[in-house]
Structures are given as C-alpha cells and as structure tokens.
C-alpha cells in the first residue's frame, strides 16, 4: 500500500506558475504508474497529466498541454506538476494518484485506473 501527500497548492495570478509535489510513502514507487486529476467546484474529477513509471512516457490533457509538465524522481519518491501559464479556470483541488503495475489497464485518463489517492491541494488563479 501507499500513501500520498501532495503539497505546493496556492493562490496565484493568471499567468503565474507554480508547482505541485506528491511524496509517496512506501516502497517499490517506481512500481505504480502517477497521475494528477483536479476537481473544480461542482464539476466531476478530471484527468490533468500522467506518467509511466521510470518517466519515459507522460500524457496530458488537452487543456493544458503546452503549459503542465509531469515528472517523477523515483530515488525521492515524488512525483511532480509543473504548472504554468495559469488561467483561472485551472482553479480546482489537485490530486495525485498512483496505479500498481500489475493492476494497470491502460486507461490513464480514468479515476477507475488508480488504487490510491492523495488528500488533494487547492489551487487557486485569481483573473
């Protein structure tokens, strides 16, 4: 099992950057699959990035492609988003999700695909 804490959510202006940490406890990180998902006040849960295991391949949804980028340092078991370019539209809580190898269907870009979720952190872009 794992646990994950994601850190780095804050206010920022449009057009200013930030970025997200998620620290994984456990062993094996570089087992399980990250993403990150956010959730805008009355809106579903939506995928934002993610990322293979040893980094090779990262994913992105359209709404931010250009502007996120995902990494991992599986020695520091973190897995990171950098955000910038913000609109205020990327205001939301940000969660970080880790999906075990052996369980991974491919489905990257579904909440059903990962077995662990993090508390989530707020991230707010003022206009």
């Known amino acids: 099992q794992v646990q994950l804490v994601e850190s780095g959510g804050g206010l920022v202006q449009a057009g200013g950057s930030l970025r997200l940490s998620c620290a994984a406890s456990?062993?094996?990180?570089?087992?399980?699959?990250m993403g990150w998902f956010r959730q805008a006040p009355g809106k579903e849960r939506e995928f934002v990035a993610a990322?293979?295991?040893?980094?090779?391949?990262?994913y992105y949804a359209d709404s931010v492609k250009g502007r996120f980028t995902i990494s991992r340092d599986n020695a520091k078991n973190t897995v990171y988003l950098q955000m910038n370019s913000l609109k205020p539209e990327d205001t939301a809580v940000y969660y970080c999700?880790?999906?075990?190898?052996?369980?991974?269907?491919?489905?990257?870009?579904?909440?059903?695909?990962?077995?662990?979720w993090g508390q989530g952190t707020q991230v707010t872009v003022s206009s």
């Open positions: 999700a880790a999906d075990l190898l052996r369980n991974y269907r491919g489905h990257y870009y579904e909440n059903y695909e990962y077995d662990y």
């Open positions: 456990g062993r094996a990180f570089s087992n399980y699959f």
């Open positions: 990322i293979s295991w040893s980094g090779g391949s990262t």
